[in-house]
Each structure stands twice: as C-alpha cells, then as structure tokens.
C-alpha cells in the first residue's frame, strides 16, 4: 500500500504547481490575481508561523510583529536612505530573526500559554511603540511614492499585477523548499524531539534552547519577507494595518485550519481560508454586516471540533506506519 | 586519572537531604550497582550525574574533565548517556527516527544517521520495528528502545535507571545479555535496580545507598552479608539474628 | 501636601479600575487552571454581560443592577453550551492548538453576530437612575459607578475564593486542578468539574459586565482589551489562585494609573505589557501560582 | 463512516469556492452611469458609514430626478441631460474601515463593477489606499470627508477632496480665539491637547501644533490616547494638572463620551473646550446630556445653517430618513454631484475626460448645501503644496447649546448667542 501512497502525493505537488505558475493567464481579472497573491503572501506567513507553533510547540501571536518589521525595515531604509525594497527585505528579515531570538530567549523557556500570553504583551508593546515613535512615522504610517514606471530594482510595478504574483509565489516557494530542508535535516528531527519530550531530547545532547532559538530565528525571518512584500505591493504601512493582532490570529487559524506541524497543512488551509473570505466580503461584505466573519468563525469551530488535527491529516490517508503491537 | 569520580556530593531539596556527600570512583568499563530502598536518592543521584539537577555541594569528574553542574546535553556529548525510570520515547515518531535524534550527536548527515540508527536497533532486536511509530510498542518494547536511544549516542558510561523493573523472568535475562553485550564494547555501565537476582549478577561493585547515604560498598557478596545493609533493607528486628 | 493628594488619587484610580480588572481574570484563572485552556473568548463572553446589561437600560429604562441575576443565569447557560459542544470535544483530543483556536473561534463568531445584531455602534448607560454622580472627599475624586463596581467586584471575589476554600465542590475544583489523575482516583467527576468551573468562570462574568456600560463603552470589539489585560493578570497571579488573581489585577491597575501619570497617557497599557515580561522573566510560574 | 462524511464537507467546500469565484454579478445594460462607493459598513465605525451612505443616495435621488425648488448642479432634470438623461447608479463597497481592505474593495470596484468614478471612504487611512489604488487605474476619485492633509500633499492627478483639510479646522479654531482676545481683551495663552492615537488624530495634532507654534500660545500638555480606550483617567489627570485655558479633544464618539464623564469627574473645566468628530457624531447628545453644553466645535457643516439650499435639502433629508441631516450625512452628500455635473459637462463617460473636468469644476455658493463660496480646486503641485484641494472650502464654529448644535461663528451664519466662558459642571 505504501509505495503509490508517495506517488499520489508527487502528482498532487506537481498539479498544485503547475496550477500556481498557469493561473493568472487564465484568471486575467485583477481581483482574482489579488486573492491569488494573498495566498501566497499569508502562505508564507503560515509555514513560517507553523515552523515554531507546529513544530516545536512554540504557539506565538507574535508572528505580525515580524511582518511588521519586515514592511517597516525595508520602508525606512527605502524612504530614508534610498536603498533598494531587496536589501531591505533581506536586512528586514535578519533583523527580525534577530529580534525574535534576542526577546524569545527568556520566554522560550516558558510552556504552552504563558509563551502564548508572552508574544501577546510583546505584540501589544511593538505597536505602542511604533504608533508613537515619530522616526517610522508614528500612527501616520509610512507612504512609498508612486514611480512613475515600474522598476524591478525598486520592487514596484504599475501596470499589472503579474510581476507581484510570481515575485510572491518565488518568495512561497523558497520559503517551502527551505521549511522542507530544515524539517527532513537534524534540526527538524532535534525540533520534534523537543516538542514532545525536551528532558529526553536534553538526555540525547539536544541542546533544546539553542534549537528553539533556531526555530524562531527562522520563522521570523520567513515572516519579514511577507512584509516586505506587503510594503511594496500595498505602498502604505501603518502600525495597525501591519502590526495588529487580527493578523497574527488570522495567520494562526490558518495553520491550524489546514494542520499544523506538517509541510503542507498550512498552505492547505490558506488556500481555502484566505479565497473564502475574499469571496464573501466581497459577495455580502456589500450588503452584509460582518456577515463574512461569521461564518468563518462558525466553519473554524467546525472544524476544530470535527477534525483536531485539521484538514491534511484527511488528505493523509492511513496511518503511514502499520500497528506493530496488538 | 580516573573513569568516573564522583566526591562529597550533595543535593538538598528544601530541608530534605536527598544525597548526603555521596562519594565513589569507577575505572573505565565496569558495571557498578546501586541499590537501596525506596527514596534512598538513587534516581537523585542519577540526575545529579546527567546533570539534570544542580548539585549543592561536592564534585563530579568523568575522564578527568569536570562535569558539575553541566547542562544534560553537555553531560551527553562528554560521553554519558541515560535511560530515565519512567520511559519516555518520542512516541509520535517512528523507532528509527527515535534512535536517530540520539545518532545525530555523532553524525551530522541524515544518511549516516539513519545507517548508525538501523544498526542499532539491530542491537536492541527491534529491527523489523523500525517503521513503527513508538506509541504502538508493548512496555518491555518501550524500555529495550530507550535503552537504544541511549546507546546511539555512542556513551562510554550507561546509566540504566530500573530497566528490569516489571519484566518478567525471561525478559530479564534478555536484558541482563544485552546489557553485558554493551559491557563486552567497553562501555561502563551503572545500574539502578529493585531486582536484587538481576543486580546481584551483572554487577561487579554495588554500593548501597540509604536515606541519602553511601552505606556499603563492595562486591555482590560481602554487599550480602552486611549487617548495615540488611538493616537497611529489612529493618532494626531481622538484623540483630 | 499637593504630591500627597496626587498620590493619593492614583492610588485610588488603580483600585477602582484593578478590581473590576480582577473579577473578570476570576473567570480566566479558574478555566486555565482547571483545564489548562486558553479561554480566548473570555473577553467576548464578558461583552454579553455587557449588551445585557446595556439593553435592559435601553429597553426597559431600568438600573442594570436589576438585570444581574439574568445576565449571571444567561452567562453561566452560554458557558456550559461552550463546554459541552466544544471544549469538552476537543479536550479529548489533546492537540494543544486546537484548543486554544476553538475558543477563538467562538470569539471572533460571537464579535461578529454582535455586530450583526447590534451593528458597530459604542453605547453605553448615559443617564443610569440609581448608581450614579460624582464624589469629592479630601481632594480625592471619585466617581460613584466604578466605586459601587470596585465594591460588587471586590464582594464577588471574596465569595469565589470562599466557594473555592471552604465547599466541598470547591475543593474538588482545586484538586482537578492541581492533578487531573489524582482527582479521578479520588471518585471526583472531572468532566463535571470541567463544565461547572466554565458554567461559574463564565457566570461570574455577568456580574463585572452588567454594570460595565455605567462607566465605559461597550461594542463588539470591547471584549478584546478587557481579555489581553485578564489574560495578562492571570498570567501574573498565576493559575488557579483566586486571591493571587485578585493581588495581580489590583497591581494591574496601580501600573495603569500610575505608569498613564507619570511616563504618559498613551503608555498606561504599555507599561501594564511590559511589567509582565520584566516579571515572566523572573518567576515564569507567576507571582502567587500553586 | 466518519472519516467519509469529513471528506465530502471538505470537497462541498472546495466545491462552494471554485464556484462562487467565476460568478461574477454583470446586470443588464440599461443607460447606467456607475460610481463606485467604498465606506465602513461593518466594523467599529459603522454606524458613520450608514450615515455617509444615506447622504450618497439622497444626492443620487436629486440628480436622477427633478426637484425644481434645488438650485444644485442637475436637480432640475432627470438624469443627465447630456448624456440623454443616463441615470446615476452607485455600487457600494465595505471597507470596514481599514485600509487595506479598502485598496481591494476599490480595485475591484474599478476591475470588476467598471465604475466609472469613486466616491467616498470616512476614515483617511482608507481613503488614503482607495486614491492611490484609483490613481493606479487612471480613475478620478472624489472624497467628501478625510481631513487628513497628507491625503492632497501627494500630488495625485485623479484624487480631489471637497472637505477642508485639518490645517483649515485648526485655522478656524484660532481665528475664532483671536477673535474672542480681541473682543473680550483677554489673553488665553495655555493650549492643551488631547489627540486619538491614529491617522486622523496624529495629522491633526501636527496641525495643532503649527498653529501654535505660529501664533504664540504655549502648548502645556500633548495626551495622545489609545482609540475605544476603556477609561481616560490618566489622561484627564494630566491634562488637569497642566491647567489649560483652552482644551482641545480630538476623536470619535466613544472616547468623545469618556473624556466628558471622566472630565465631569474630576471637575475638570477649562476655559475653553475644543472638542473634533466625536462630538459631531449623533451619539454625543443623547450619552452625555447637559454635560456637553458649551462644547466648540469646529463644524465643516451643520443642517439649520443659513443657506437656502442647505434648509431644503435638510428637509428633503427629515421627510426621507425622518431625522436631521448630521455631518457625515452631508461631507460625501456632495461627491456624487461634483461627479455627475463634470460629467455632464464633459458629455461623456471617459475617465480622463471626467478628470479634466473635474479640474475645471467651478461651483457657486448656492450650488453647494456646505459653507464657503463654493466648490473649485487648486491644481496639482508637487507636495508641499495641495493638489485638487477644495478652495472654496471653509469652517464654522458651532457651539452645544442646550443639547443642540447651534452655530456661533463666522457671525454671518449665526443661529444662537454664543456661550463664554465654558460653564462650570454644577451649572450644566
């Protein structure tokens, strides 16, 4: 049974792609395109979230906050020193893992909710800060000035939304391919280990803090790229657009929607979430009164309560391994 | 300079003396016994070793290198490694990817790894498991796989915390083989047991601890007829016939 | 003599906003101590009471205080429907993030038909016949609403805290809490437990919500200040502690009044934030935890 | 069993997304101009957005139909004339008030639903995304409210504002204390603020603090506060403390409410109180009662102000809505009609041309329920300077008087005496 289980899944992998790259020559309208790239973008955010909540037990509301300071980084340095949205995304995304590990390493010690509550107060802090911190222009936000033509350098493009899309779904991609390295390598192995048993890793010479530090590291860094993007796709950042916690929550539903702590489970549940909601803001968000939000809250709790381990553990199958023990 | 020397250690719990400068050496590939009864601060001891307690007081050398108070992954890489009383494994994880957290000390590459991980588990008779996922195993199954989790990380010194406890007889002996298997590679073994038949024959030293102290330490036999430990054991009546 | 008053009056602007603050983490402590669950839509439950509360004024003309008794009734029925149709099933499931997105989605479900039915709108009790005016005694101002909520709240907690100390279901509440196992072999249901302590945490709810709206706004994005700050408190006291609960919310609210005086206004909650983590990094198990 | 029924949820719910996103809502092709219109329908300002919303389809009311006794751009024919009487159709779309749904909401507005133009959007981040996505798409878009001055300093070619920009609300507010120095020969040099965390607050307070700078006051206290804030303690302490002769409050109606009642508290009273939008809002009155009396506002409009256009419509507003027409009523009341007429007078639906006549707008007093000398824009300069601002836009100061909004200045326009000093909380 075990062989074409596998090669189902290649076939699934390579129809998703090739769905990903064709598709917007066949949807040509721009919202469509729009919905598209927010499933990349939240994607991302939901691998990269999944890295510390689903991998090493870390679960954080703190995942705007390295969003946020990815769209923040690159912005600056864009506005203030004229250096290109690419350096600063890269610059974004090592000063966010930076941050991440230098304000995670005391709390990462903490367990389940108090870690939970933790990122919550620093989510809270950041915002206050950067609300009234004149420098990143305070609770005005930060405006990117319209160019005149489009500029890959610059990372902005008028005329359409086709370079955004693939520059998003390359960003997705790398992303993926470097969560699968990172997960299928002993660090993934040391992860999981220390998700379920630290003492037992720490017998085994897993030094657990360092590799929870690695964790978060990375799925900060992840995260900035996203803002980075959102940045240069939306050309206007505010503390509560960028940093809020509606956006770390929405990224943590996502993940636990499609399954979290595996590779695909997120994206799965990106794909659903973030079209559905699009879709029925813009079908009743006319007419209706946050009808939209409710019944995605409303299909959520269905599924937690249906289906704990989310949708991907369905896509799974039988239990990989056969029942060694009656 | 020595294999294993552990001198006046200490470790208070609140007012509770649970080791009360515990002291003892080992030359390199022996199996040493530590026996005593309930609450003596056996496992007390073991942690203090592997690091997962602090010690209050006195030192711990391995191969001459100051091991006090080193965090347990530390503790490990030196080269020792433990199994714990309550067996935990990583049960949603497949047998071989439980051995292999413990490979990747020594080998980086996932390939290796794996390889060193089979032959262990070839070791520990629980090959044709591999694919298991660890929730699945029978107990005796559970401990004889953290037994190998320990041994993946190639140690020189084991410390087996009751891995006899609750088997039955024949279970015994198989691990009772397994364990001078590993003594046979030159690795030193401490034991922690209840089962004085199992303690009693693989050890060659056994010391005796109670309510914190090292009362006796010898071979098996003078360790049997000790008045201070049948005392120990038995309480104040048996021991004055 | 001038700094004196001054002192005096922050000190008693925290009391008067710590104590509602701890009544509501009353609710929070028990449910994350019992269960071990992150109840994120305590805040949304506590804005129930509040819409009660506020449509008993607006539709019948009458104090809040007479709609108490409902409000702690629908409350405690709404907390046990939660329990039972969705915590209890997922609770056997032991994925820790399950648990904690299923009560987030009944807040952000519970947000939104509030907005369905009562639209976006800030209301709050504008003319309440009895609890209301303004009191000036030796400089310090006071005014009567948060008083008389300070008072109920203060009332409420003590009783928890002899409920939990003295009955017997108290005790069997504690001891869930403190070791689920033990608990069973001791013959106590804990399913029961588990559903009383929601149907009680979220109960008492009723009471800080229903007088709320005399001295605050209440809308549907209300819930979610009043949760982040209970969450914080709880944190603090750590779990499970009635009187530790109480302690962190009064100091919750001696950090907002002092802290909005002397660093500035907008930082009132940023210094509550940050006082948090000085103190997570110090004592992880939260100042007065068991 | 189970495990099957889960599966056939999951691909119904695959099933309902695939479907849903290729119908696409294409109604028949009778002669239709449509605007598009993004407002907040859910989410914390709603009930604004309601009232903007009631305001927009008044307007389109009179310019599809005629109403002769009107003196405003095509009220008196059906339609426009132009374009053989093509009526005006809006299309309204939810930002909910934040601004990264409002640049979605607009861009499918413009791709999707083909409008033709944009009105609308209350809060200034939103409008803020909503032009420059419109500005991407070569499409004019026209707002009747955001007073945020950034929203005209980035020199966009198809954004035009109607409302005068906070710099102008801030003028109006020491133009009219100049005055009352004058008159009284008093002078109330200690200013204090107290500004809402956001967007809107902080560009206001920027404003403020020009002005100030300008005209020699001295600022004794700054509090800016977190927007729906539970309680206003700690900062009405502060701002106690500091003592200030004038206080101005800038923010939305729940913490408008707060600051009273926290104010009223700690018998806090300035001599003069200042108070932005909150207090504007329909809500204010009714929470707060007598306490609000005396209370100066800085109005960009207000229903019984004497202007003959202005009291007709209001009438038109009560028979239909059976309320008074409020501010958030009137601000975006007039964007469909600017639109319309420019239309009209361009004769046709091309968005360059729309935007071309758009500059060359030219509205006269009575062609416009607002104050002010009508309705023409500045050009579009290089920031700095404003591009397609309204020129002819100017302010009132309307004074709570006796639970009503009454207009106190320019005196031009007054509809009661004015009230001065502020009166203490025991004689509310």
Redesign the interface.
Known sequence: MLPNFRERNRLIFFAVVLFAVVYPFVFTRAFHQHIMIMVFMYGLLAIAWDIM??YT?L?SFGQSVFFGIGAYTSTILFLRWGISPWLGMAAGGCLSGLLGVLVSY??S??R???F???T???L??VQ??L??WKFVGGAQGLTLPLLQQSSLWQFQFRESKLPYYYIMLALLASGLLITRGVINSRVGYYLRALREAPEVAQSLGVNTARYRLIAIGLSAFLSALSGTFYAQYVLYIDPPSVIS?GLS?EV??IS??GG?GTLYGPLLGTAILIPLTNLIRAWLGGA????A??V???I??LI??LQ???IIRLFKGPRKASRGYR | MKFLQVNQVTKRFGGLVANDKISFEMSGGEILGIVGPNGAGKTTLFNCISGFYRVNSGGIHFEGRDITNAPPYAVCARGVARTFQIVQNFEKMTLVENIMVGAFLKWRRKGKAEEEALEVLRFIDLLDKRNVVARHLSPPEKRRLGLGMALSTQPKLLMLDETMAGLTPVEIDEVLDLVRKIRATGVGVIVIEHVMRAVMTISERIIVLDSGKKIAEGSPDEIAHNEGVIRAYLGRSYAGG | METAI?IL??IV?GLL?GLPYALIAIGLTLI?GVM?I?NFAHGEFLVVGMYVGYWTYALLGVSPVLSLPVAILLLGALGWVTYR??IA??LK?E????Q???T??????L???F??LF??????I??EPWIKG?L?IQGI???IPELVISMISLLIILLMHLFIRRTNTGKAIVATALDRETAQLMGIDTDRMNSLTFTIGIGCLGVAGVLLPI???V????G???G?LA??IV?LGGFGSIIGTMFAGIMVGLV??F???LV???????CV??L??LI??IR?RGLFGW | MRSRWKSVLVGGLIGLVSVVSFVSPGWSQEKVIKIGAHL?L??????TG?LNREGIDLAVDIINNRHPELTLPLAQSEGLPNLGGAKIKIVYADDRGDPNVAMAEVERLIQEEKVVAIVGGWESSCIKTGSQVAEKFKTPHVSGAGSSVDLTKRGLSYYFRLLAHSGKVNKAYFDFLGDMEKKLGKKYGNVAIAYE?TEYGSVFNEQYEREVKERGYKSVAS????K????????V??LK?ANPDAFFQIG???DA??FT??M????FTPTVWFGMAGYTSP?YI????NDGNGILISGWFHPRFKKPVTMKVGELYAKRYGKEMSIPVALNFMTPIVIAEAINRAGSTDKEAIRNALEKTRLTEDQSIMPGPGIWFSPVQNPPAHSHDNEGATMLVIQIIDKKFEVVWPEKYKTAELIWPHPKWSEK
Not at chain 1, 288 to 291: E, L, N, Y
Not at chain 3, 119 to 124: A, C, P, T
Request: with cysteine.
């Open positions: 909540g689903g037990n679960f005391p709390t010690r903490l389940g909710h108090y939970a509550i933790a919550l107060a620093f809270f802090v206050t800060v609300e009234n916690l929550v943590v539903l636990v929607f979290s209706g009164k946050g009808i939000y409710m995605f809250a409303g959520i709790i937690c309560v704990p381990e989310g | 001054l009056q922050l602007d906003v994350w071990d992150i149709y969705a099933r997922v499931s994925n820790l993030l399950s904690i997105v299923v987030f989605g009944v807040s952000v479900f947000q939104n038909l907005l369905f639209s976006g709108d800030y209301r709050s504008s003319q303004d000036m101002f006071l005014s001295t605050t706004h809308s549907p994005y209300s979610f200040l009043f982040v969450f914080t944190a907002q009044s802290g909005g005086f500035a206004p907008a930082y009132k909650y940023l934030f940050i948090y983590l997570l990094g992880p | 907040p859910s989410g914390g300002t709603a009930p309601a965390n509090v800016p506060f977190y729906a804030a539970t309680s206003v303690t700690s900062e302490q502060k403390a939305y109606d729940p409410i707060l009642k926290t009223r508290t700690f018998n809500k009714p929470s707060v009662g």
